[in-house]
């Protein structure tokens, strides 16, 4: 199914007073109103499928792995990790035709093209107005990880109208990301401080957690174990404005119990989701990201 929706124009960027000005007392006659363009997605459908014996299940087993429920709840948790997993990919849109080919939903890095850097011969994807399809970036040569780099889309995602309150990456580039931080190129504080306010003696801070860039973002590091690589230990930072995307779910998460065929009870577990980017303008992503490389200046 087609998940459709207006990417709404950003209203936060103001224009010159001279260019908005009216004459004391003149009718208004200009309609500067903006509707947006209409992008959509496509919903993507996952299952995860339990079956246990009757006698695992009626066994008191360690742990009550060998129970329908625990069985349940686990699956369960892995579809949700599925879920978001898939949504930071740079996977592009598929039609499903209800026959051989399943819809799928477009990943974050597919619909990102505006505030975007690429490794050498990298090229950014989005939204295909020909073909209603998201189309997937082209993913360049893997480099460092620079701070300019992290200041110029932080940049340019600000003067699009974008507040980004999220630094979003694998835990590897996170902690490359946090070890530079305490560089002397990065001109910050030495990595222990010693807290007198109690008994606790002195405690030794090993990380950065936040960024505060020029135009007053306070961006929060964040490791996401569940992002995929892009390749072999290359992968992408996600600049992130959380009230512009959207989980869209078409039916959501449900249980429901399969035929009984033997000795066993069977349930599937499932989802129909898209990924809605209200609008990518207000996102930002640095791509192919040599994740064995020290970040630099």
């Known amino acids: 199914h087609g998940n459709q929706f207006v990417e709404y124009t950003m209203d936060e960027l103001g224009v010159p007073a001279t260019d908005n000005a009216v004459v004391d007392?003149?009718?208004?006659?200009?309609d500067d109103s903006a509707v947006g363009t209409r992008v959509g997605n496509y919903t993507q459908t996952s299952v995860k499928a339990v079956q246990v014996s009757t006698r695992a299940n009626a066994s008191n087993s360690i742990g009550r792995q060998g129970s329908l429920s625990y069985q349940i709840a686990q699956a369960q948790r892995r579809l949700r990790r599925d879920v978001e997993a898939q949504m930071?990919?740079?996977?592009a849109s598929v039609a499903g035709d209800g026959n051989t080919a399943a819809g799928i939903s477009a990943g974050l890095g597919a619909w990102l093209e505006t505030n975007v850097d690429f490794g050498a011969g990298g090229s950014a994807g989005?939204?295909?107005?020909?073909?209603?399809l998201?189309?997937?970036p082209t993913h360049g040569t893997p480099r460092a990880l620079t701070e300019t780099l992290i200041r110029d889309i932080a940049q340019k995602v600000y003067q699009e109208g974008g507040e980004t309150t999220i630094l979003m990456g694998t835990p590897q580039v996170i902690r490359n990301l946090s070890e530079y931080l305490f560089t002397s190129s990065a001109r910050i504080a030495t990595m222990t401080n010693q807290?007198?306010?109690g008994?606790?003696?002195m405690t030794a801070y090993g990380s950065a957690n936040v960024f505060v860039t020029d135009f007053g973002q306070v961006?929060?590091?964040v490791p996401n174990r569940l992002q995929p690589q892009t390749d072999t230990d290359t992968s992408t930072l996600y600049f992130l404005d959380p009230k512009h995307l959207k989980q869209s779910f078409m039916r959501g998460y449900r249980t429901e119990p399969l035929a009984k065929t033997g000795l066993s009870e069977k349930?599937?577990?499932s989802v129909d989701y898209s990924l809605c980017v209200l609008n990518e303008k207000s996102q930002g992503a640095i791509y192919d990201i040599d994740e064995t490389a020290a970040v630099t200046s």
């Open 134 to 136: 998201i189309d997937a």
């Open 199 to 201: 008994t606790s003696g």
């Open 195 to 197: 807290d007198t306010s």
């Open 126 to 132: 989005g939204f295909n107005t020909t073909t209603g």
């Open 88 to 91: 930071l990919t740079s996977q």
């Open 267 to 269: 349930r599937m577990i």
């Open 25 to 30: 007392g003149a009718d208004i006659t200009q």
């Open 219 to 221: 961006l929060k590091l």
